[in-house]
């Protein structure tokens, strides 16, 4: 079958892009544009021979729909450059709600589970910084007492679910924060910087400054900064590709898991 074929190719594409993500923080774009001629070529054949123009069209519009989430993404600084390029050859490879909705559920947990990661690997750091969040410590016990207060009064479960939910919320808030803070801003060589890479504040470079801008370092700036020989402080993102693997392997072994929990 003709989506059995898509399938394995864009497993053996998400590998290697998982592989260099988790790596070097990036993704090549031959991947993600090879991957997107690829889908279009086979869709394309495919229409062709049953000569029924769904095929073609059905991938064209999972690029399109893909490209616009994934720009939603990138805007709203949850996505790298590099992830919108693959998430956009994913639409045309399986263009799927299911899909949408696992990435969603995976990538949740992955960045639990990687944050935790993280923080276990860097406690002496992460343990400093989260006792800098006192303040966001007491206003959860403050909020806890009055909704327990609340439902004491009224024994109103919707009081006690949204007790439950402001309190989860804030601590995960607490835990993200002071992961970032502590695992993922470091202070680099200018050697070790890419393009794309996320500076925390701009920087002087001989009577130049680099701004800090969410698009990232081009390669100017970059030699710019090699120039100078300064290190430079850089914000790292979580590596996001591999959620990309599992969300697709959950769809095609499993369907749609948010299905489970209705």
């Known amino acids: 079958m003709v989506i059995d074929i898509l399938i394995v190719v864009a497993v053996v594409w998400l590998f290697a ?64 450059g590099g992830d919108v390029k693959l998430l956009t050859a994913l639409g045309a490879v399986i263009p799927s709600f299911s899909f949408l909705s696992n990435i969603l559920i995976a990538g949740s947990v992955y960045g639990l589970v990687y944050s935790l990661v993280l923080a276990l690997i860097n406690f002496k750091d992460f343990y400093s910084e989260l006792r800098k969040n006192k303040k966001l410590f007491l206003i959860s016990l403050l909020l806890s007492l009055l909704f327990f207060a ?59 400054v680099v701004k800090a801008s969410f698009e990232g370092l081009t390669r100017k700036e970059i030699a710019m900064i090699k120039a100078s020989g300064k290190k430079v402080f850089v914000k790292y993102g979580i590596p996001f590709i591999p959620v990309f693997l ?4 959950i769809t095609v072994f499993f369907g749609n898991i948010f299905m489970i929990f209705i």
Not at 246 to 249: E, S
Request: charged fraction near 15%; hydrophobic fraction near 55%; aromatic fraction near 10%.
């Open 17 to 80: 892009a998982s592989f260099t993500d988790l790596k070097k923080r990036e993704v090549s774009d031959w991947l993600s544009f090879s991957l997107i001629a690829i889908a279009l070529s086979i869709r394309s054949a495919e229409s062709i021979i049953q000569w029924d123009p769904v095929p073609i069209l059905t991938s064209l519009s999972g690029l399109v729909v893909f490209f616009i989430i994934a720009m939603a993404m990138y805007y709203g600084k949850l996505f790298a």
């Open 150 to 208: 609340g439902y004491a009064i009224t024994s109103n479960i919707f009081i006690l679910l949204i007790l439950v939910s402001a309190l989860a919320i804030t601590l995960i808030l607490i835990f993200v924060n002071s992961v970032e803070k502590s695992c993922l801003i470091k202070k680099v060589n200018p050697s070790k910087l890419t393009e794309g890479d996320w500076l925390l504040k701009d920087v002087k470079v001989r009577g130049n």
């Open 246 to 249: 599992m969300a697709l392997l």
